[in-house]
């Protein structure tokens, strides 16, 4: 009698499983095309995710209560975009999003993320006047300051961005989304280089100029991915035109093959400049 009911409780779990996954979406899946297919029949709107405007969400669903074996469809800005799905019951429960706007489902997490591309669709308004620069050198400066983020003028920074999140039509918002997407997903190397790497681009082609504060965080990003070539090339970008920032330097002693003359640098910059947030931790 145990063999059998052990036997039927497996077989239960098992169909579960299978009635549970029959109809659930998958990275490389189409959200237009299943939409097409499965028409939705309710919304849930008004959910707020995180502080952008764009972040207040609705949840296409087919029932109006919990659902299993269907997906929630992630909208925002009224319906005008969809950019992932919700599905699968605790603990298994997991997001998939679309990342590029183009309506295929690209990366699994099990945590909210509102992709970039949403609120630069939302925000209209461009400008070659550079209206971050200012932001950003604040955020540079305190990087390279003895008190690093701690400085007040890395709250400075971060405060003036509060005023695109609720505005669509502040100009440049696009980029101010793009580079915050980083900030907050800088923990994730796989998302963050993906970020990093397209506000560059669009910085660049914008502004026809770099910041140094983007080669900074590429070379932090592309240390993370264990592409220590690649993140020696971003901080030798940044010493060719500022030789005293000091976690450049720090980087490039620490990516240093040859361990004595890393460790000879490493003692001189302890020496020269022995307050500095980033040297203390040495």
Not at 154 to 176: C, G, H, I, P, W
Not at 246 to 274: F, R
Request: with cysteine; net charge negative.
């Amino acid at each position: 009698m145990k063999i059998k009911h052990i036997l039927l409780s497996f077989v239960l779990v098992l169909l579960m499983k299978i009635s549970l996954g029959q109809d659930l979406l998958k990275v490389g899946d189409n959200i237009y095309s299943y939409l097409q297919e499965n028409p939705i029949k309710y919304n849930n709107p008004n959910n707020k995710m995180c502080h952008w405007i764009e972040g207040n969400i609705g949840l296409y669903s087919y029932t109006k209560g919990g659902q299993t074996n269907k997906p929630y469809i992630l909208h925002t800005c009224g319906g005008k975009f969809l950019f992932g799905i919700l599905q699968g019951v605790s603990p298994e429960s997991h997001y998939i999003f679309d990342m590029d706007g183009d309506s295929v489902l690209d990366y699994k997490t099990d945590t909210f993320v509102l992709p970039s591309w949403v609120i630069e669709a939302n925000s209209p308004n461009r400008s070659q006047e550079n209206n971050l620069s200012s932001v950003m050198a604040l955020m540079y400066e305190s990087f390279n300051s003895n008190l690093g983020p701690s400085n007040p003028k890395m709250t400075e920074a971060l405060l003036s961005l509060k005023s695109f999140y609720q505005d669509t039509t502040m100009t440049n918002r696009d980029l101010v989304g793009m580079l915050e997407f980083y900030i907050v997903n800088a923990n994730r190397p796989e998302l963050a280089i993906y970020a990093i790497s397209k506000f560059e681009m669009v910085y660049n082609d914008r502004f026809n100029k770099n910041h140094p504060l983007i080669n900074l965080y590429k070379g932090e990003t592309f240390m993370n991915l264990g592409q220590d070539d690649n993140a020696l090339i971003e901080f030798k970008k940044i010493i060719k035109a500022d030789e005293n920032f000091i976690p450049a330097l720090v980087y490039i002693c620490q990516l240093e093959e040859n361990v004595e003359l890393s460790e000879e640098n490493l003692k001189k910059i302890k020496v020269k400049y022995p307050d500095h947030w980033i040297v203390k931790n040495l």
